[in-house]
């Protein structure tokens, strides 16, 4: 296989091939993958746009991800995105279980946070009913970390399609917080310990807001690490120390 690679990185893509000598689509992907570890940025995206051409959903999910990062490739959240709808529209009613899932879910994720801002000078206008759905389905039916955090989102700021609800929100928060999605530990975590319309449980806000701080990534994640810096110095002895011992059972549960 890796010989019959070698020889494809020499003259798949060269445009002077017939029909017959195309590699599939599995060994494309292969090629482009390879190609990108290595540094080829070039030769990636275009084994990777044969793949994808070729219905290819890892290759389309991979394109689009270097797009929309401008990774190796012109920076194009609409080739991105349209990259993202071909793979929803070629699998978004496939099982949860099959291996490609977690690309499609994310997919998902990735149509509805452009619906909710749009793409400016592009067909795509914001469209916040919905980048819900989208979220929606993703979190229920593909049971995404992702999308439900999202929603939570959606439903502790209220937008045009979705209401204010605090208690909605703390639901698809949690849901998303113990699979250990840290953003949604963060916020879930902050409207606990203040209390922000529902009962106050300020150990077992600082607990998901500790677990957030654990997971926290860098500068971008600046605003996590204050949440929790902010609620560690306002709570008290006890409720520092029962934090701890919610922190070991969950941990405990979640191993």
């Known amino acids: 296989m890796l010989l019959s690679l070698g020889c494809l990185s020499a003259?798949?893509?060269?445009?002077?091939?017939?029909?017959?000598?195309?590699?599939?689509?599995?060994?494309a992907f292969r090629q482009g993958t390879?190609?990108?570890?290595?540094?080829?940025?070039?030769?990636?995206?275009?084994?990777?746009?044969?793949?994808?051409g070729k219905?290819?959903?890892?290759?389309?999910?991979k394109l689009a991800r270097?797009?929309?990062?401008g990774d190796g490739v012109p920076h194009d959240d609409l080739k991105a995105f349209d990259y993202y709808q071909a793979i929803v529209d070629a699998h978004g009613e496939d099982s949860p279980d099959t291996p490609q899932a977690r690309f499609v879910s994310n997919a998902l994720v990735a149509l509805g946070s452009y619906y909710l801002t749009g793409i400016p000078n592009t067909r795509i206008r914001p469209d916040q009913k919905h980048a819900t759905e989208m979220f929606q389905y993703a979190a229920t039916y593909f049971g995404d970390s992702d999308a439900q955090y999202n929603l939570g989102r959606i439903y502790l700021d209220g937008n045009d399609s979705e209401?204010?609800?605090?208690?909605?929100?703390?639901?698809w928060l949690r849901l998303a917080a113990d699979k250990g999605q840290h953003q949604a530990q963060a916020v879930l975590g902050h409207i606990l310990f203040t209390g922000d319309d529902m009962p106050r449980q300020g150990a077992r806000g600082l607990m998901y807001l500790t677990l957030a701080r654990d997971g926290a990534n860098g500068d971008r994640d600046q605003w996590i690490v204050d949440l929790y810096r902010e609620a560690f110095a306002k709570a008290t002895p006890e409720e520092r120390d029962m934090c701890l011992t919610?922190?070991?059972?969950?941990?405990?549960?979640h191993s």
């Open 34 to 52: 390879q190609a990108y570890k290595a540094g080829d940025l070039a030769g990636a995206s275009r084994a990777l746009e044969f793949a994808a």
């Open 66 to 69: 270097m797009y929309s990062e």
């Open 163 to 171: 209401q204010r609800d605090t208690v909605t929100a703390a639901r």
């Open 55 to 61: 219905g290819h959903a890892l290759a389309q999910w």
């Open 11 to 27: 003259h798949a893509f060269d445009g002077t091939k017939t029909p017959a000598d195309d590699p599939t689509p599995m060994q």
């Open 246 to 253: 919610y922190l070991a059972q969950f941990l405990k549960e």
